[in-house]
């Protein structure tokens, strides 16, 4: 059984540039949740999508951005980087929108130089 | 505003001894608690959860306690592996607001030691 998969896993971008993280859930979750993970705190939550839909959001700028697709897979944009934009960023599915006990993948590690 | 905390960033124990790992927060609306646990370079993974309704759950060697008044959540793990060391985050959500994101803690690092 494939659990969440994200690509890629690691990534370096410039100051400015733009970057797509891409998500698989598990097979049958129809939920997706994105959080950053910065050295040395817990993950902060920025999206949650369920059934394509945007069910919430963090307090995140409007640089960031993200979809669902038909087969529930999910995208996480983000525009115009900053340095501070460096982290672990995990996705997190679940089967339905209350995401009871989710799994998450091992996440796209992005630098901003 | 930190709506969770975990005020011992690390704890270490002797293998075969009880790890508890604390957590407490401010948000009364808060009624569902995860605990994850985070090895390197890997996604956290899924330990138990405990629902409001709850004062305690139990899954083979980890117990989680809630204590609704103090707002305090507590996972026990009896007996500690070496297998066991990794970061762990506790999490609450308030599942009623209608948007289901977790609040994670900054993390409690566990050492067991053989």
């Known amino acids: 059984d494939a659990g969440v998969t994200q690509s890629p896993t690691h990534l370096i971008k410039t100051r400015g540039q733009h970057v797509t993280l891409r998500c698989s859930p598990i097979s049958g979750h129809k939920s997706v949740s994105w959080y950053q993970q910065v050295l040395g705190q817990g993950p902060q939550f920025i999206f949650q999508?369920?059934?394509?839909?945007?069910?919430g959001r963090g307090n995140f700028p409007d640089r960031f951005s993200a979809r669902q697709f038909p087969n529930y897979s999910s995208e996480l944009n983000v525009n115009a980087l900053l340095l501070g934009d460096s982290a672990l960023y995990l996705c997190?599915?679940?089967?339905?929108?209350?995401?009871?006990?989710?799994?998450f993948g091992s996440g796209t590690r992005l630098t901003v130089v | 505003d930190q709506q969770v905390k975990q005020n011992s960033p690390s704890l270490s124990v002797q293998e075969g001894r009880i790890s508890i790992l604390n957590c407490d927060y401010t948000n009364s609306m808060f009624d569902y608690f995860l605990w994850y646990k985070k090895y390197p370079a890997e996604g956290p993974t899924f330990l138990i959860s405990i629902s409001s309704i709850k004062d305690k759950n139990e899954d083979g060697r980890f117990t989680v306690f809630l204590n609704k008044s103090a707002k305090h959540l507590s996972l026990h793990i009896v007996p500690s592996q070496p297998g066991d060391s990794a970061v762990y985050f506790c999490a609450a959500s308030a599942t009623t607001s209608g948007t289901y994101k977790y609040i994670f803690g900054t993390g409690t690092r566990l050492k067991v030691l053989a």
């Open positions: 997190a599915s679940s089967l339905g929108v209350a995401g009871y006990g989710y799994t």
């Open positions: 999508y369920y059934e394509k839909e945007e069910r």
